[in-house]
Antibody
Framework: EVQLLESGGGLVQPGGSLRLSCVAS????????MNWVRQAPGKGLEWVSL????????FYGDSVKGRFTISRDDSKSTVFLQMNSLRAEDTAVYYC????????????WGQGILVTVSS | SYVLTQPPSVSVAPGQTARITCGGD??????VHWYQQKPGQAPVLVVY???DRPSGIPERFFGSNSGNTATLTISRVEAGDEADYYC???????????FGGGTKLTVL
């Protein structure tokens, strides 16, 4: 059974940093791309970032480009999202997803972790 | 940037058929995926690559893509189908993933 467990969320002040982690199990982690999607309170889904299975290709949504960095550690079956220069509008539930690379399909989702940016 | 347009809401009586549309340019060249999100839960993939269903998704969920509109059709709607539904594509020209704004399905 595929499981994705996010951690690292919480309350952070504007301008601060936070690193999210997502531990995966139930599939061969190193063979799949991984991805982050977020959802602001009461709003729709917004794509954040994705990383290829080899880690050599990364892509970012326009609203986070230059501030967020996605990475992975296959030895720990973990994908990370380093978030810097956080803004109030980054407040959201962040979901980790498994990625089907060819069509950029998100076939499994974690339960999500809340990030709140506020003073 | 690429935009996907969904109706904000769709209402249907139990047992009837619900159709949720997703509009975008040049859809014929893109694969459309659909996600269901029930209140307080993470999204679930219900249709991928226009019309394929993941294992465990009932045959009542059917996807199609024609011209500039993709459609998620849910037949014999049940109360448990009440949820927000999102379409999603990958715009290969910009290497960006795009979600539609979501459609709230209400079962009357």
């Amino acid at each position: 059974e595929v499981q994705l467990l996010e951690s690292g969320g919480g309350l952070v002040q504007p301008g601060g940093s936070l690193r999210l982690s997502c531990v995966a199990s139930g599939f061969t982690f190193s063979s799949y791309g991984m991805n982050w999607v977020r959802q602001a309170p009461g709003k729709g889904l917004e794509w954040v970032s994705l990383i290829s299975s080899s880690g050599d290709k990364t892509f970012y949504g326009d609203s986070v480009k230059g501030r967020f960095t996605i990475s992975r550690d296959d030895s720990k079956s973990t994908v990370f999202l380093q978030m810097n220069s956080l803004r109030a509008e980054d407040t959201a539930v962040y979901y980790c997803t498994k990625l089907l690379w060819a069509s950029r399909t998100f076939d499994y989702w974690g339960q999500g972790i809340l990030v709140t940016v506020s003073s | 940037s690429y935009v996907l347009t969904q109706p904000p809401s769709v209402s249907v009586a139990p047992g009837q058929t619900a159709r949720i549309t997703c509009g975008g340019d040049n859809f014929g060249s893109k694969s459309v995926h659909w996600y269901q999100q029930k209140p307080g839960q993470a999204p679930v993939l219900v249709v991928y690559d226009d019309s394929d269903r993941p294992s465990g998704i009932p045959e009542r969920f059917f996807g199609s893509n024609s011209g500039n509109t993709a459609t998620l059709t849910i037949s014999r709607v049940e109360a448990g189908d009440e949820a927000d539904y999102y379409c999603q594509v990958w715009d290969s020209s910009s290497d960006l993933v795009v979600f539609g704004g979501g459609t709230k399905l209400t079962v009357l």
